[in-house]
């Protein structure tokens, strides 16, 4: 078992950066690819970033292409997203999540493990 645990949402404002962490325990996150997702209220879950095992490999959805970057220190058992000039639609709970599989699957259905999410709020 994996436990992730998000921690960094917050309440800023259009063009903040904020920086989320995903701390893991149970396991390490070596053997996984990890991703972010995202879930606005009356939304489906959406894919916003992942990173495959050695870093080498990163994937990210279209809305979050060149604002958003997605890091893993496995060392620290943590993954992060970097998020610039954060907008109004960016506004949702945000979820980490990991997979066995070597790829990066941007369905939510692919993961086997869940953080609880934290908030992100971005006012116009």
């Known amino acids: 078992q994996v436990q992730l645990v998000e921690s960094g949402g917050a309440l800023v404002q259009t063009g903040d950066s904020l920086r989320l962490s995903c701390a893991a325990s149970?396991?390490?996150?070596?053997?996984?690819?990890m991703a972010w997702f995202r879930q606005a209220p009356g939304k489906e879950r959406e894919f916003v970033a992942g990173?495959?095992?050695?870093?080498?490999?990163?994937n990210y959805g279209d809305s979050v292409k060149g604002r958003f970057t997605i890091s893993r220190d496995n060392a620290k058992n943590t993954v992060y997203l970097q998020m610039n000039s954060l907008k109004p639609e960016d506004t949702a709970v945000y979820y980490c999540?990991?997979?066995?599989?070597?790829?990066?699957?941007?369905?939510?259905?692919?993961?086997?493990?869940w953080g609880q999410g934290t908030q992100v709020t971005v006012s116009s």
């Open positions: 149970g396991r390490t996150i070596g053997p996984y690819t």
């Open positions: 999540a990991a997979d066995v599989s070597i790829g990066i699957r941007t369905t939510p259905g692919a993961y086997e493990y």
């Open positions: 990173i495959r095992r050695s870093s080498t490999f990163t």
